[in-house]
Nanobody
Framework: QVQLVESGGGLAQAGGSLRLSCAPS????????MGWFRQAPGKEREFVAY????????YYTDSVKGRFTISREKAKNTVYLQMNSLKPEDTAVYFC?????????????????WGQGTQVTVSS
């Protein structure tokens, strides 16, 4: 069983930056591929970013490419989502997710474990 704890959400102005962190419990952090998703009020949960076990492969949804960066730091057992040039449409609850094996990285049902979510609000 893996428990994921997100942190780093909050309020930012348009054009500003936030960094989200996700700290999985346990000693098997390197076993999991990791993803970030977000869910705005009244909308479905959507894929934001993915990172492979080694960190060598990353993927992003088109709307965040060039603005968001996903990374993982093995020594700190943490996955990050650096969010720059924030826009009001980035406002959502952000979730990190983990999976041992992944089929379709952009589908929420492909992930085994989820954090509780952290609110990101971007004002115009």
């Amino acid at each position: 069983q893996v428990q994921l704890v997100e942190s780093g959400g909050g309020l930012a102005q348009a054009g500003g930056s936030l960094r989200l962190s996700c700290a999985p419990s346990g000693r098997t952090f390197s076993m999991y591929v990791m993803g970030w998703f977000r869910q705005a009020p009244g909308k479905e949960r959507e894929f934001v970013a993915y990172i492979s076990r080694s960190g060598g492969s990353t993927y992003y949804t088109d709307s965040v490419k060039g603005r968001f960066t996903i990374s993982r730091e093995k020594a700190k057992n943490t996955v990050y989502l650096q969010m720059n040039s924030l826009k009001p449409e980035d406002t959502a609850v952000y979730f990190c997710a983990a999976a041992v094996e992944i089929t379709t990285m952009s589908k929420p049902e492909a992930y085994d474990y989820w954090g509780q979510g952290t609110q990101v609000t971007v004002s115009s």
